[in-house]
Structure formats: structure tokens, C-alpha cells
């Protein structure tokens, strides 16, 4: 299984960034999907989360109505593209799958596969 993220970089407050998450080695149309992300010194958390057939999306309060979740399952690729950054969502962000639905209360020890992150810096 492998999980490749990329997109990440450096961008300025108020910029646009998107992200990509290449899946391989399982089922991926038939797999939740989600992104989270950690900062330093903080914990990992939930940034959302996209049904196995796209039609069910989930955003953390702190990113709705700025970051938009999509997916590709002829290509099986997951996205994030993220609007209006801010310097608190520098982070490292990480996609992961899971059998289950990708919400903000779900489990992140839960989660079935994860894949390596993405630095995301955005300077004020």
C-alpha cells in the first residue's frame, strides 16, 4: 500500500495551494479518504474527509468554506485545494484511507493506511 502525497510548499497568507494524494496497492474507489495535518508541537488533526464515491464530504470548523476535498477514483487520487491559507494552517499534511467513514470525531489510531506528508508553510 503507499499513500503519496505531494503539492505542499511555501506560500504567502491569502494564497492558494493544492494537494495530491496518488493511492496504490488497495481498493481505492471502495476506501474513505481524508487529510490531516500537524503542526509543530501539536497533534495530528482531522482537515476533512471525502466518502468512498465522493458524494459525503467533512471539513474541520477551522478550514470550512476555504479548503474543498475531492477525489478521483479513475485515477486514484485524492485532493485538497486550499484557499485564503493562513499562517496557522502551516503544517505537515498527511492523506490517510479507511474502510469507514472520515470525520471530524473519527478515531486517527483507527485509520487503516496513511501516507508519508507534505510540509505546507504559509508566511505571513
Known amino acids: 500500500v503507499q499513500l503519496q502525497a505531494s503539492g505542499g510548499g511555501l506560500v504567502q497568507a491569502g494564497g492558494s495551494l493544492g494537494l495530491s494524494c496518488a493511492a496504490s496497492g488497495f481498493t481505492f474507489s471502495t476506501y474513505s479518504m481524508g487529510w490531516f495535518r500537524q503542526a509543530p508541537g501539536k497533534e495530528r488533526e482531522f482537515v476533512a474527509g471525502i466518502s468512498w464515491n465522493g458524494i459525503s464530504t467533512w471539513y474541520a470548523d477551522s478550514v470550512k468554506g476555504r479548503f474543498t476535498i475531492s477525489r478521483d477514483n479513475a485515477k486514484n487520487t485524492v485532493y485538497l485545494k486550499m484557499n485564503s491559507l493562513k499562517p496557522e494552517d502551516t503544517a505537515v499534511y498527511y492523506c490517510?484511507?479507511?474502510?469507514?467513514?472520515?470525520?471530524?470525531?473519527?478515531?486517527?489510531?483507527?485509520?487503516?493506511?496513511w501516507g508519508k506528508g507534505t510540509l505546507v508553510t504559509v508566511s505571513s
Open positions: 490517510a484511507a479507511d474502510e469507514g467513514p472520515v470525520t471530524p470525531m473519527r478515531d486517527l489510531s483507527g485509520m487503516d493506511y
